[in-house]
């Protein structure tokens, strides 16, 4: 099976715009997790979406948005960006079986730098 | 509050000694605890899960409830297994993931 694949790979943007990033899951996953990966706060949990519904938050501003497709793909936006949001983001997905935390199984991550 | 602590940054070894990283949590209830591991220009994948109770490459981990840690054991470091460990939690039934901020193994000839 194809891995996750996660795009753009690489981005750069100024702040105050926004900006939107895609994932495509393991065929077959229905859960698409995001998280952020920063040499500061390290790799902190942004959302998961399963069934193009948002099922877990984590402590973001409603700046980070995201959303499910009915194909399971999910993209991920941040408006107004700032300086701080510059970091990797990383997609995972799982089967879902959820008796209980399933593999989850990571994207390449998009870099996102915010000048 | 739920928290993953892994003390260590930087964990140097040389071949063939154990390796042991340090994982400690904070989780009012019954968490689900991983080992997750990223070699150089490869992605974050799963080592090892406690309700696998399962080796892999070597590496084992038991989930002491009694001290809230976690730590991952192998006997006999190889140069292979330096990576970037992070341990990582969740609440059980859940595909929310807290991580610790990461230990880096490294192994030396």
């Known amino acids: 099976k194809a891995g996750v694949t996660q795009t753009p790979r690489y981005l750069i943007k100024t702040r105050g715009q926004q900006v939107t990033l895609s994932c495509s899951p393991i065929?077959?996953?229905?859960?698409v997790s995001w998280y952020q990966q920063t040499p500061g706060q390290g790799l902190q949990f942004l959302f998961e979406?399963?069934?193009?519904?948002?099922?877990n938050k984590g402590n973001f501003p409603g700046r980070f948005s995201g959303r499910q497709f009915s194909n399971s793909r999910s993209e991920m936006n941040v408006s107004t960006l700032e300086l701080g949001d510059s970091a990797l983001y990383l997609c995972?997905?799982?089967?879902?079986?959820?008796?209980?935390?399933?593999?989850?199984?990571f994207g390449p991550g998009t870099r996102l730098t915010v000048l | 509050a739920q928290r993953v602590t892994q003390p260590e940054k930087l964990l140097s070894v040389f071949k063939g000694a154990p390796v042991e990283l340090k994982c400690n949590y904070s989780?009012?209830?019954?968490?689900?605890l991983f080992w997750y591991v990223q070699y150089s220009r490869q992605r974050l994948q799963l080592l090892l899960r406690?309700?696998s109770r399962e080796s892999i490459k070597g590496f084992t981990a038991d989930l002491n409830k009694g001290e809230t840690s976690f730590h991952l054991k192998k006997p006999f470091a190889q140069e292979e297994d330096s990576a970037m460990y992070y341990c990582?939690?969740?609440?059980?039934?859940?595909?929310?993931?807290?991580f610790g901020t990461g230990t880096l193994l490294a192994v030396q000839p």
């Open positions: 995972a997905s799982s089967a879902d079986r959820l008796a209980f935390t399933d593999t989850q199984y």
């Open positions: 065929s077959g996953h229905r859960s």
């Open positions: 979406y399963f069934s193009e519904t948002q099922r």
């Open positions: 989780y009012s209830g019954s968490p689900e």
């Open positions: 406690h309700i």
């Open positions: 990582a939690l969740s609440g059980g039934a859940t595909n929310k993931l807290i």
